[in-house]
């Protein structure tokens, strides 16, 4: 579903949440790419086995590409409407393997359960996250999935430390107060997933990975029909996920 002017009319006279805890905007951010403006970029990966049993092309979407490219542009339309961040409004796919990722300081991919990165995929991803990139993990459940997730983590950056976070972290609150961090995608509580945020930092302290655990704030991004907390709340992740990365 893309935004109509009615929805954005909705988020603005009527849904207290978003206005009431909205920090000023940033004039402009910091760190934008090569084109002075915002770029989603969507990371696509093929695994190396099986997906839940099933062989990965059989299914209709595959993993990398869920809730694209809809999340994508909703996305792009409450960036517009909030900040001041330039946007192109195109969805953009890249492969790790692809030289244009160090062009963009934000790089997102999900459903990496079985993601096993390859030796160039891994020398580029770990050079993308030393110049200073920023990572958006998402979508992905379960705690071998979360162990997956850390032993290729260890591969690409073993100097890196991982954590989780609380809502007193700054990457909650640099412009949208999260008072409360959100327990978002239902079917995943319904089965026993409760949500946890982690951030992996470099040996300097900064963050260059925000890690949504047994979550998809993609879903919300994709699904705003009814503009629920579920959403409101995944676009206020989203939109401090980037400008935290583009000021830190």
């Known amino acids: 579903m893309i935004f109509s002017k009615r929805h954005l009319s909705l988020m603005l006279c009527g849904v207290s949440l978003l206005l009431a805890v909205q920090a000023p905007a940033q004039s402009k951010t910091r760190y934008l790419n090569l084109k002075d403006t915002f770029t989603?970029?969507?990371?696509?990966?093929?695994?190396?086995?099986?997906v839940y049993g099933i062989p990965y092309y059989q299914?209709?979407?595959?993993?990398?590409?869920h809730d694209y490219p809809v999340a994508e542009r909703n996305m792009y339309q409450i960036i517009d409407?909030?900040?001041?961040?330039n946007s192109t409004g195109e969805p953009l796919v890249l492969t790790l393997k692809d030289e244009d990722i160090y062009d963009f300081p934000i790089i997102y991919i999900c459903e990496i359960g079985v993601w096993e990165p390859d030796e160039d995929e891994t020398k580029?991803?770990?050079?993308?996250?030393?110049?200073?990139?920023?990572?958006?993990?998402?979508?992905?459940?379960?705690?071998?999935?979360?162990a997956n997730f850390i032993s290729?983590?260890?591969k690409i950056v073993p100097e890196y430390t991982y954590r989780k976070l609380d809502e007193r972290h700054p990457l909650f609150n640099c412009y949208f107060q999260i008072k409360k961090l959100p327990r978002m995608s239902s079917p995943y509580v319904r089965d026993g997933y409760l949500p946890v945020y982690y951030g992996w930092?470099?040996?300097?302290?900064?963050?260059?990975?925000?890690v949504n655990y047994n979550n998809d704030v993609g879903d919300g991004w994709e699904w705003p029909d009814d503009l629920t907390s579920f959403s409101r709340e995944a676009f206020q992740l989203g939109i401090n996920y980037i400008i935290y990365?583009?000021?830190h």
């Open 81 to 85: 409407y909030f900040t001041d961040i």
């Open 59 to 65: 299914h209709p979407v595959p993993p990398w590409a």
């Open 124 to 146: 580029r991803l770990r050079e993308y996250l030393q110049r200073g990139g920023f990572m958006i993990v998402d979508d992905f459940r379960s705690r071998p999935e979360l």
């Open 152 to 154: 290729q983590m260890k």
């Open 245 to 247: 990365s583009m000021t």
């Open 40 to 50: 989603f970029v969507r990371i696509k990966w093929l695994p190396k086995r099986d």
């Open 201 to 210: 930092f470099d040996p300097e302290g900064r963050m260059a990975a925000i």
